[in-house]
């Protein structure tokens, strides 16, 4: 272990360097942490060390059972989903290395409850909003939350306006997550690794470190500063469970399985943790779901890439270079190799592009991110020519 300062009391940094088989990262990330104030390479070996911890395998097959028992004992069904790429818990919490992580007290990461419930609770009200057609999402949060004299007459008045549909998802979504005044009746327990995870370090590199310290204008000549942080690693499992309050008859069961589908939505297209606009906290979607949603896709596929070839010889047998505009979802892009991925919003079908494509030759476009893309016909065969970042 390297020899580096520790800014706490001299007796426990003696007892840190005499028991070095200290394996709860949580531990070393909260209370070991290196004085790394004057050097940054020392940050990076904190988190190092963090990432680095020997975790206890028994400890965690122990709380799996006790997490499965309470999560049973209250009417849940516990369920796996892993994570479609890296994880971020905690990054904007407070820590001694400037960068957060959520550790639970064994050491392990986890999703707290409180989290889990406000994946599943935005894409609920995602879903009444688009069958209400409410343009503005916090108004209509209001609207289904207070629960106050004139707030519930309020309530009723928008629910009486609204279809039979979007009236029973309105009164599920208030007796799941409850309102103002009243419990939901939902229990969303925290979310928890079932095998021993891999924490890995990632990076963030901003270019203009004295523009955002409020110094100076964004400049090309400041020189980036690497910030480092901790990340749960790709394909890691997460155990997740709805419990249910009161009775659980047929139509709290009804609830309560549609809450852990709102969840189950919620984790795999709005994703959860820190930087999901970058691609990172997404989780697959369970097995079942995605042999549904790849059939789909295939057949979809074939329609797309037929209807696209035609769009584009019409276009170039009548106009040469015209193009087709599409719009789709990012889902690689290397830049060390200059190509990258994308699917079709519309018809699902996978397309791949080149760096020569991007009109903005200083973007990147990152994971789950949204562009606008062009195709063009050559020789008979669409290729995507012009990518470009979708309209907000």
């Not at 290395?97 to 409850?113: N, S």
């Not at 020189?223 to 469970?241: C, D, G, I, K, Q």
Request: one cysteine or more; glycine letters at 10%; a positive charge.
């Amino acid at each position: 272990m390297p020899d580096i300062k520790i800014p706490i009391p001299s007796g426990s940094a003696k007892a840190f360097r005499d028991h070095q088989g200290i394996t709860n990262p949580g531990l070393i990330f909260d209370r070991f942490a290196p004085d790394w104030g004057s050097n940054s390479t020392l940050k990076k070996q904190g988190l190092e060390r963090v990432a680095n911890a020997t975790t206890d395998k028994k400890l965690l097959t122990e709380w799996n059972a006790r997490w499965q028992a309470c999560a049973q004992a209250a009417g849940g069904k516990p369920f796996g989903l892993k994570t479609d790429w890296r994880l971020i818990a905690g990054l904007g919490r407070k820590g001694p290395l400037e960068v957060g992580f959520t550790f639970h007290r064994y050491g392990f990461p986890i999703l707290p409850g409180s989290s889990v419930k406000g994946v599943a609770r935005a894409w609920a009200l995602i879903q009444i909003a688009r069958q209400a057609h409410a343009p503005k999402l916090d108004a209509l949060d209001e609207s289904l939350s207070a629960d106050g004299d004139k707030e519930r007459k309020k309530y009723q008045e928008w629910r009486t306006s609204q279809s039979a549909d979007v009236q029973q998802l309105a009164d599920d979504f208030r007796a799941i997550f409850g309102t103002t005044a009243t419990a939901g009746r939902a229990v969303f327990f925290d979310a928890i690794p079932s095998k021993l995870p891999k924490l890995e370090l990632d990076i963030m590199n901003p270019h203009f470190p004295d523009y955002y310290q409020g110094k100076q204008p964004p400049t090309d000549w400041q020189s980036p500063v690497p910030v480092y942080f901790l990340t749960v690693a790709a394909n890691t499992e997460f155990r997740f469970a709805v419990g249910w309050r009161g009775a659980l008859d047929a139509e709290g069961g009804r609830l309560r399985d549609l809450a852990q589908k709102w969840l189950v939505e919620g984790l795999t297209q709005l994703g959860a943790g820190a930087k999901t606009g970058a691609g990172y906290g997404y989780f697959a979607a369970p097995p079942q779901a995605a042999q549904d949603a790849g059939q789909a896709q295939q057949s979809l596929s074939v329609k797309s890439a037929g209807q696209a070839q035609a769009a584009a010889s019409t276009a170039s047998a009548t106009a040469p270079q015209t193009l087709t505009w599409r719009t789709g979802t990012i889902k690689e892009y290397q830049p060390d190799k200059g190509t990258g991925r994308l699917v079709d919003d519309e018809s699902g079908a996978e397309l791949t592009f080149k760096w020569e494509a991007i009109e903005d030759k200083g973007w990147s476009p990152g994971r789950r991110y949204k562009v606008r893309y062009a195709l063009a016909d050559e020789a008979g065969k669409p290729r995507i020519v012009k990518v470009k970042r979708a309209q907000a």
